[in-house]
């Protein structure tokens, strides 16, 4: 089963949102992983937006796949940041202590504004 992914693009930010509102077993988790690195890999913006507007939950695996893609960002020069997290999403953040190493905005607006003055440089 794959992981439906919303992508807009303005040629410097990747949004990328999610069409399913559960994101909850190991094979969509595995799926996400895989297509979000693909996804990322095969472009070229070095500034990447998680929407999770609609997710409502989120298996502790799918953190696993976040954390993962904060990786490759880093490690190719991108930037990464979160937005729109639902009540119950945040709180799995917060939970995990994943939300003091993440950049979690409340709006794309803020995410984009957070993007703004900072520096990437895309490296495959």
Known sequence: MSVTLRTESDGE?????????????E?????????LI???????????????????????????VVIRLQKRCRETGRGLKLCRLSA???QVFKVT?????????????DAMA?????SFRWEH
């Open 88 to 90: 119950e999403v945040r």
């Open 114 to 118: 957070a993007f703004d003055g900072q």
């Open 27 to 35: 094979i969509v988790t595995e799926h996400l992983h895989r297509e």
């Open 97 to 109: 202590n994943l939300e003091k190493i993440l950049d979690i905005h409340e709006s794309p607006e």
């Open 13 to 25: 930010v990747l949004t990328i949102g999610f069409a399913q509102a559960r994101i909850s077993d």
């Open 38 to 64: 693909e996804l990322v890999l095969a472009r070229q913006e070095p500034k990447i937006l998680l929407d999770f507007q609609g997710v409502r939950f989120l298996a502790s695996a799918a953190l696993g």
